[in-house]
């Protein structure tokens, strides 16, 4: 069974860089799927922030692309997130998935991680 | 970027039919995928590529889409059904591939 769990600091200072990890169970990471993280703010909609394949093809939310870095530990079949100089409006619930490739919907989820970005 | 379209709320009484819908340009040329999301959970795909249904996920939930709108529908409603209903594309022509759309919160009276 596909399990994903989003692990990270909660609290993030305004400015610094927000850091999370995915850890995959039940499937590996290197089978051909792409993987993604989508985020939530505090009562508000889902925003996809983008998505990746172990053989180097990325996609990143544009209005993100200049924060946002995506990477991948195969030996541990984790994959990871880096936003740099957060801001409250970073604030959110981040979520990590997997995506079947060709029409690229989120099939597993990760249960989320809320991060706070205080001043 | 593509911009998808959903009412903010749509209510249905129990036993009845509900429709969602999710608008954007030429949609029916690409496929729609719908999550189902109930308070302090991670969403769940409940159809994807239009109208496939994911293993465990009953029949009662359905997809179309054609022209400019995909629609979600649920039928035989129960108060289990209550959630937020969000759409999603893959638009590979667009600066920004991956849209949702802004939610639309299903009340069963």
């Known amino acids: 069974q596909v399990q994903l769990h989003e692990s990270g600091p909660g609290l993030v200072r305004s400015s610094e860089t927000l850091s999370l990890t995915c850890t995959v169970s039940?499937?590996?990471?290197?089978?051909?799927?792409?993987w993604g993280w989508i985020r939530q703010p505090p009562g508000k909609g889902l925003e996809w922030l983008g998505i990746f394949s172990h053989t180097g093809s990325t996609y990143l939310s544009p209005s993100l692309k200049s924060r946002l870095t995506i990477s991948v530990d195969t030996s541990r079949n984790q994959f990871s997130l880096k936003l740099s100089s957060v801001t409250a409006a970073d604030t959110a619930v981040y979520y990590c998935?997997?995506?079947?490739?060709?029409?690229?919907?989120?099939?597993?989820w990760g249960q989320g991680t809320l991060v706070t970005v205080s001043s | 970027s593509y911009v998808l379209t959903q009412p903010p709320s749509v209510s249905v009484a129990p036993g009845q039919t509900a429709r969602i819908t999710c608008g954007g340009n030429?949609?029916?040329?690409?496929?729609a995928h719908w999550y189902q999301q109930k308070p302090g959970q991670a969403p769940v795909l409940v159809v994807y590529?239009?109208?496939d249904r994911p293993s465990g996920i009953p029949e009662r939930f359905s997809g179309s889409n054609s022209g400019n709108t995909a629609t979600l529908t649920i039928s035989r409603v129960d108060a289990g059904d209550e959630a937020d209903y969000y759409c999603q594309v893959w638009d590979t022509s667009s600066d920004h591939p991956g849209v949702f759309g802004g939610g639309t919160k299903l009340t069963v009276l």
């Open positions: 030429n949609f029916g040329s690409k496929s």
């Open positions: 998935a997997r995506v079947p490739a060709v029409t690229h919907y989120f099939d597993y």
């Open positions: 590529d239009d109208s």
């Open positions: 039940g499937f590996s990471i290197s089978r051909g799927y792409f």
